[in-house]
């Protein structure tokens, strides 16, 4: 009875919802079910994850691996089919993707991808593929997240992973690194990173000369190019070819030392990524303003924050300093995400600065639109900080005043709006040589569309500037 009872309490439960972007893997799906994530496995998945277990403890144990544990035997009869195990994961609360990392993040995910891999290799294990979309953050820490792509390892075989690390890690670090472009709108349109193909035609010829590039990204994609265009593949050689683990290492190892080095010009310092220091305000204007922020977060609470326009972050920290436990950081600006990335790696603070064009959110996109999820479906916060942010979208890109307040309204339930007016230097410079055709970019306008939105808590004027903070609880 006591099991007919809870057959039916199953059956009654709510269904898992298969993770989009799991169907990859068809050995081992991944479901979002309730507040936690279930991983199933077939029998060789199985029989394959017992024998990395006690390392991938060992990875949980470091904090390099998102925890698992044995789903109740109950949570089986979810699944229909021949399904081995399953197992239960902590949910994360945002998933994060490589076109939204800074060139540091990305950086940092390359190297922790590749001494997970060094440190695989001594314990006889090794990973089944090089995707970025397995590393995910907490704060500016680094976690890997697909415990079936951990494989023993068998002597001999080759890199299969390579072209993939190449074209997800390292041709995006390069493609700045060597011609100072970021690497998001390209990453984005593709998915599947930066082609080698692509940006083998960007090199001159001096850099056919670099040991380095010809052997990781030039060959490879050349003899891709001859590959393809052959009306026959003699697939028999490549699978006859062996890689010594010697060898193997060695590869990994040059590519940490190689990611290791690279860099930005760091002369070519933006104007908004200076702008932390070398803004309108005065000191005494900008402690008001973080003093503002700081009684806002003790008196709501939040648990979350998003931090729209963060720059180097500082008012995130004024709100982790404050008693939030976790800010999410948004910018367009690269060297400005960079700077505020090495901050949160310097400080250990739960802070993760993200790229964000808000004129252009990422989108839904990939198979069935669904697999890669817009940044609407993933981020939410407890409250959102928008602070010198809402004129650059209506008066630098001519978003609508009304539309910038309902756009930010809608991350979180309550915040901190900042209103700057026209009289302001900064809006002055950006009507600077252009007609001026925002009749109604008023701070009259402003509040009307704020109060449509959500129940305005309180105003404050920062002292000696026309610059208005408003606090916001959303209308539900």
Not at 451 to 470: C, D
Request: charged share 20%; aromatic share 12%.
């Amino acid at each position: 009875m006591a099991r007919m009872a809870e057959s039916k309490l199953v059956a009654a439960a709510p269904r898992p919802g298969r993770v989009a972007g799991s169907f990859r893997d068809p050995s081992g799906q991944v479901f979002h079910f309730q507040d936690r994530i279930l991983r199933t496995m077939d029998t060789a998945a199985a029989i394959e994850f017992a024998s990395a277990e006690r390392v991938m403890r060992q990875l949980v144990d470091e904090g390099r691996l998102v925890d698992f544990s044995d789903a109740e035997p109950s949570l089986h009869q979810l699944f229909q089919g021949s399904i081995a195990r399953v197992l239960q994961h902590p949910l994360l609360e945002q998933i994060t993707y490589p076109y939204e990392w800074s060139f540091a993040g990305l950086k940092a995910a390359a190297l922790f991808h590749l001494q997970l891999q060094l440190d695989l290799l001594d314990q006889g294990f090794c990973l089944s593929d090089a995707t970025a979309y397995n590393v995910q953050f907490e704060g500016s820490r680094p976690t890997f997240i697909d415990h079936l792509s951990i494989k023993p390892y068998r002597d001999g075989q080759l890199w299969y992973g390579h072209k993939q690390f190449c074209e997800q890690f390292l041709v995006p670090l390069l493609l700045r690194s060597v011609f100072d472009i970021t690497h998001h709108s390209w990453y984005r349109g593709n998915l599947e990173g930066v082609p080698s193909a692509d940006f083998v035609k960007l090199l001159s010829t001096r850099h056919w000369f670099s040991h380095k590039l010809f052997m990781h990204i030039i060959l490879p994609a050349k003899l891709q190019s001859s590959r393809t265009s052959q009306t026959k593949v003699d697939l028999g050689d490549s699978r006859a070819r062996r890689l010594p683990k010697d060898a193997f290492r060695a590869m990994l190892a040059q590519l940490y030392s190689w990611i290791s080095e690279l860099k930005v010009d760091v002369g070519k310092q933006s104007v908004w990524q200076g702008y932390a220091a070398n803004n309108t305000y005065t000191a005494t204007q900008r402690s008001d303003k973080g003093q503002y922020v700081a009684e806002f977060v003790a008196q709501h609470k939040p648990r979350t924050i998003i931090d729209l326009g963060c720059n180097t972050g500082d008012f995130s920290y004024v709100a982790l300093e404050n008693g939030a436990e976790k800010a999410i950081g948004f910018d367009f600006d690269p060297h400005a995400l960079d700077a505020a990335f090495d901050r949160s790696v310097q400080t250990s603070q739960n802070f993760l600065p993200l790229y964000l064009d808000a004129r252009n959110p990422s989108p839904s996109q990939g198979w069935g639109e669904r697999e890669r999820q817009g940044f609407s479906s993933r981020f939410s916060a407890d409250a959102v900080l928008a602070l010198a942010f809402e004129h650059h979208l209506a008066i630098a890109h001519n978003v609508p005043l009304a539309e910038v307040v309902a756009w930010v309204t809608q991350v979180a339930p309550k915040g901190i709006i900042e209103f700057v007016p026209k009289e302001d230097e900064t809006v002055r410079r950006m009507l600077a040589g252009r007609e001026d055709i925002f009749s109604d970019y008023n701070e009259e306008t402003f509040a009307s569309a704020l109060s449509q939105k959500a129940r305005v808590v309180s105003k404050h004027l920062i002292p000696g500037s026309k610059r208005t903070l408003y606090t916001f609880e959303r209308s539900e």
